[in-house]
């Protein structure tokens, strides 16, 4: 029996037996008395036997023996009792000793019983039994917090656990109508009141207490008809000197037989143990102000690790996502192999290593019970979990909406005592990871989801070009979850040209992310028709001014002769392109602009005309490359520059990285689209003949044909090109109306044979020719003898062509 100043209404002595791991038997957990009179206890109970502990513990209800039933139980040996422990024990009490037991825990989860043992020759009348179990109450408190599954024991060690008993509580008792108190020393010690000063009135009580929590008080001390019976509360004192102090109160009201509340008993306990320290409430604000900052799975694991590593001198800690009943590791600190058990270098993958979960029972239970489980040193553990922490283990099982969503395991190498502050810094770690890791599983989640449709409506690769290469990058915000708007494209066109793309929807949403996707279609379209960039810009503001939104949208749009190294601009409210030249230089192109897309139906897009020399490196941009809150846009054009002159043009993937920069938090999406210029090593020939509707317009054609294959010294199946352009020509002038035109292209060992009209229908093709009919073949024809054919809308019209092989 340990000694203590223990005493309570009378009683000198108490214990606390807990529930056993087997749940066959009581262990006496702890034990205080503030007497010398010996109450001797039994260390275990078995539940199978009859004993006032077992009984109380069977039943839920308290049982009051006083020294006759006392006196009678220890001499009664006809009753069934297997266990005699208890009462070979009572024998050696002193006369006139009585003893109460009270359940700890209601019915679900009964936790153990409270026995209080006493010299009180009339036993334990009403008032002390209301009061008693009021302190059981508080004591249960204690129990659930300290010997409840949140620390598990080595079996065996009969260790005992302090603080289960209250040492400093104290009984009072309140007379409503009168405004009278009567209270013990404790509680007046509590109220820092002497005993001579204290006038027995409830103001005197209320006197004691802080302003604001007044109220709550005086809602307990005064009663009315509907309140509870039993109360409870915490409200703050401030002492003579200054200090403020957190006091607990449990109330219970005993009513007259009028049912007017007549008189109230309470039990009073310093509260401070149970309120946060300041240090405590620091901690867990800034954990909280962190976790909110954290976006995605890997950072709320990082912010966790901080949180609990330098606090608690943590040794390893490992924080775990948990998907489809497995756990994905995100966080290991520290992060090298050796730190951790055998079991979990095995499973080391990639970067962290799959949570063994497999080999740790004990780790899918205590995800299964979903509290906090600390594990004392010695603790009969799989080696994968005595591994992490040998000198003491906490498993926090991360829950958010009422499922468990990860686990995060905190070891220490040298033993552990988990005090009090420790288990509420961990349970409340423990709930704010489990709803930031929910939170963030959902961020990771939308934002793949937008990355995915962001990336689904871009190009998925760029075109090869002849005489130049075109790269492009985009990265997606990360404040914030919707997808952007910014999109790029590169177009090839007829004769060697490219169109090059870049455009940004206003805003970050999936409205933008569909305005973007039609813009981009839309402007491929029409310049694939043929239509000079200021015309498909116009269009594309057009198109926009009539959709149903409110939404509008910048372009840059350049039409680039890869032959010529011309580049026709377009600018709709659009950062204007960056052009690096051979020798290193750089310079920010000006052209003229026009307003933004979808602004106004009549808007101008004038167009401007630069060249570029092989070896250039033409950049086009979106504002979030050079621009931010942080950024502003003349500077951030200078930067750009800086960083495209010192860049290798060789390497445009290099340069387009470079221009990124390192990855940040960005408020907008970034786009980036470079070109490098390298000019045409064999240049094309080209010849054009307008085809006049004759009878004899088909001669022309062939004519035209042959001459300028004999002045290109061409060689080869020049009968089969002849009887294409006879076919195509035909084609043209029987279907369509309006102008007709020939191209002749001859690119090394390649000709090119193209007819334009302006009729936009598709050329027809038959899918059966009659034997007897005299036409229907043409296409057929020109299909057997190509290489390759086609056709593309083109300046309000179409192209035919098809190519065959020549040489010089």
């Known amino acids: 029996m340990s000694r203590h100043d223990f005493t309570f209404c009378g009683t000198e002595s108490a214990a606390v037996y807990v529930l056993s791991e087997e749940g066959d038997s009581l262990d006496l957990a702890e034990a205080v008395d503030g007497t010398e009179a010996a109450y001797a206890l039994p260390a275990v109970v078995q539940l199978a036997g009859r004993s006032p502990v077992a009984d109380t513990f069977r039943t839920g209800r308290p049982l009051w023996l006083g020294p006759e039933e006392l006196a009678r139980f220890a001499a009664d040996g006809s009753r069934p009792v297997r266990d005699t422990a208890l009462r070979d024990h009572l024998k050696t009490w002193p006369p006139g000793a009585a003893l109460g037991v009270l359940p700890l825990g209601g019915h679900a989860n009964r936790l153990g019983c409270l026995a209080v043992m006493g010299g009180l020759p009339g036993g334990f009348d009403s008032d002390r039994r209301h009061l008693l ?9 204690g129990v659930e917090a300290v010997v409840s599954p949140l620390v598990r024991r080595p079996r065996g060690t009969g260790e005992k656990v302090r603080g289960l008993v209250p040492l400093r509580s104290g009984a009072l008792t309140l007379a409503t109508a009168a405004g009278e108190m009567t209270a013990d020393a404790r509680v007046l010690e509590l109220l820092g009141l002497s005993a001579g000063g204290f006038d027995g009135r409830v103001e005197t009580l209320l006197a004691c207490a802080v302003p604001d929590d007044v109220p709550a008080l005086m809602s307990v001390v005064e009663p009315g008809r509907s309140s509870p019976a039993d109360h409870q509360l915490t409200f703050r004192i401030r002492r003579s000197n200054g200090e403020l102090r957190w006091l607990g109160l449990r109330c219970r009201t005993l009513l007259a037989p009028d049912g007017t509340p007549e008189r109230v008993l309470g039990v009073m ?62 966080v290991l600190d520290p992060p090298q192999r050796d730190a951790w058990p055998e079991v979990w270098r095995s499973e080391w993958r990639s970067e962290w ?64 005592a988990f005090g009090q502050e420790e288990r509420s810094l961990l349970t409340a770690t423990a709930s704010l990871v489990g709803q930031a890791l929910m939170r963030a ?6 934002h793949e989801l937008a990355r995915t449709l962001q990336r689904s409506l871009l190009p998925r690769k760029l075109p090869v070009l002849a005489g130049g290469k075109a790269v492009a990058r985009y990265l997606p915000a990360t404040a914030g979850l919707e997808v952007g708007g910014d999109w790029y494209d590169v177009i090839p066109l007829p004769d060697s040209h490219v169109a090059l793309v870049i455009g940004d929807v206003q805003g970050h949403s999936a409205e933008a992310a569909t305005i973007m996707g039609q813009m981009r279609t839309a402007i491929r379209a029409y310049a694939v028709e043929g239509h000079p960039p200021d015309v498909v810009v116009s269009h594309a503001n057009r198109l926009l001014m009539g959709m149903e939104t409110d939404l509008f949208a910048t372009c840059c ?91 290798d043009p060789a390497d445009t993937g290099g340069t387009a990285d470079a221009l990124l920069g390192h990855p940040e938090r960005r408020d907008d999406d970034v786009a980036v689209l470079l070109l490098r210029y390298d000019g045409v090593a064999t240049r094309p020939v080209r010849e054009r003949w307008p085809v006049w509707r004759l009878p004899d317009a088909i001669v022309h054609a062939r004519r035209f ?27 043209a002038i029987a279907h369509t109306e309006g102008r007709v035109r020939l191209d002749l292209t001859l690119i090394q060992d390649r000709l090119r044979i193209a007819v334009n009209d302006s009729s936009p229908r598709s050329p027809g093709r038959p899918p059966s020719v009659d034997p007897d009919a005299t036409g229907g073949r043409g296409l057929l024809i020109v299909e057997a003898l190509s290489s390759a054919w086609g056709w593309v809308p083109f300046a309000g019209g179409k192209q035919v062509w098809a190519e065959v092989s020549l040489t010089r």
């Open 133 to 141: 179990e009021l302190y059981a109450d508080q004591v249960t408190a």
């Open 269 to 330: 306990a310093d509260a401070s143990s149970l309120r946060p320290g300041a240090d405590e409430v620091s901690m867990v604000r800034r954990l909280s102000a962190r976790l909110a900052g954290a976006s995605t799975v890997r950072e709320v694991g990082e912010v966790t690790v901080g949180a609990l590593r330098g606090p608690l001198g943590a040794d390893r800690i490992a924080v775990a996502e948990l998907t489809a009943d497995r756990l994905v590791v995100t």
């Open 353 to 416: 290593p799959d949570a063994p979960s497999g080999a740790l029972p004990t780790l899918r239970g205590a995800l299964r019970e979903g509290t906090v489980a600390i594990w004392l040193p010695g603790s009969d553990l799989e080696p994968g979990l005595a591994g992490i922490g040998p000198g003491g283990l906490a498993v926090l099982p991360l829950q958010a909406e009422g499922r468990t969503v990860g686990a995060a395991l905190v070891g220490w190498d040298r033993e552990r």
């Open 441 to 446: 599983h959902a961020l990771d989640a939308r």
């Open 557 to 647: 749009y350049v039409d680039l002769d890869m032959e010529e190294g011309v580049a026709r601009t377009v600018r709709a409210g659009h950062p204007p392109p960056l052009l690096r030249h051979p020798d290193g230089s750089t310079e920010e192109l000006c052209v003229q602009g026009g307003p933004p897309l979808g602004v106004t139906t009549d808007a101008q897009y004038p167009m401007t005309e630069f060249g570029l020399a092989p070896g250039s490196l033409l950049t086009l941009l979106t504002d979030g490359l050079v621009e931010s809150a942080r950024l502003p846009l003349e500077e951030g054009m200078k930067r750009l520059r800086a960083l495209l002159g010192a860049a």
């Open 705 to 731: 044909t042959a001459r300028t294959l004999r002045s290109w010294e061409a060689a080869g199946d020049v009968d089969i090109a002849l009887l294409i352009v006879s076919e195509l020509v035909t084609n």
